[in-house]
């Protein structure tokens, strides 16, 4: 069904519910990650004083990978993965699986 002043696909109130139901529980993860950060990183040894800096790396990391990774998802085509850019859903999603488990764990790494 079209919207015809937008030319836009209407979309019912259950859709929106459940396309906004997975960004519910990832802020929420992302809340109580932000939460306990600054402990664990004082744990491994981290001055109160160089937090801030320790924060401010993941958004400018994104700053400078998000738009390489999407030029080169772009020239990446495996119909046997989904396409363009599920091959990079699938290796990012196993990478932060795997900091998540590792980053609680990291002051009993020594």
Known sequence: MQD?????????????IYLSFGLFGTQMA???????LGR?????GAAPEVLGMI????PLT????QPLVGKYSDQTWLP???GRRMPYLIIGSI????SL????NSGSFG
């Not at 924060?55 to 993941?58: L, Q, V």
Request: glycine share 10%; hydrophobic share 50%; no cysteine.
């Open 4 to 16: 015809k002043q937008q030319g836009l696909p209407k979309r019912s109130l259950k859709y929106l």
């Open 30 to 36: 992302f809340g109580l990650e932000s939460s306990q």
């Open 40 to 44: 664990l990183f004082q744990t491994i």
């Open 55 to 58: 924060f401010i790396i993941p």
């Open 62 to 65: 994104g700053m400078l990978v």
């Open 80 to 82: 046997k993965l989904g």
């Open 95 to 98: 990478l932060t699986v795997l």
């Open 101 to 104: 488990v590792v980053l609680p």
